[in-house]
């Protein structure tokens, strides 16, 4: 009778460390279990933050093409009046050297007839009178339309001036934005609308 007590007294005993150490296995599991899912709702979260970020980003991107796009076509109507000026100057150039060019004619020619032909002088130089007259106006047409030019060129210049400082701030402001979720979908889209409108 002793030897079944002590016997099952030693089963009981073997059962209850089992008992113990299957416990501790469930505990540990149950813990590591606890970490696994704290761990995936991490992963989550910056899953999350990471999608929010690129599509603020993208939605970025978007809008710096529109105002490089912008830029460019102002550069290209700046570099046309630019050439535009050029050309006028040339030609404004070109008048003033066929005008002193038939000035030197015209001395030249009276020097040499003075004598013999005073009255065909006097009549040339009521001619060129007329002309220098016209070539006068012509110039100063011209002039009048040059300085024009470049106050356009200098208002294009300001206002590129003004969109590439506010591009200068669309960058700054961009890149002090935290990426993490920490704000709204709505906020970061009254954001961007804010930023657009410079």
Known sequence: MRRVFKATGDENAR???QV???QNDVEKMTTERREQQRLLESTRNQLHAAETANKRLQMLVNHLK???NQATNEVDHLRSVEAERNDLSSQLQKMQAELLAA???CDRDVAVAEAKWLKVLEEQKLADTAAKMQLN???ARLIDKVEELEQQL???RSDHCR???CLEHLRVHFSSVPTSGGKSKSTCKDELTNWTYC
Do not use: D, F, G, Y
């Open 15 to 17: 059962l209850r460390s």
């Open 20 to 22: 113990c150490v299957l």
């Open 66 to 68: 529109i105002e490089l």
């Open 103 to 105: 000035k030197c004619r």
């Open 137 to 139: 106006n012509t110039v």
């Open 154 to 156: 200098n208002r294009e």
């Open 163 to 165: 969109t590439r400082k």
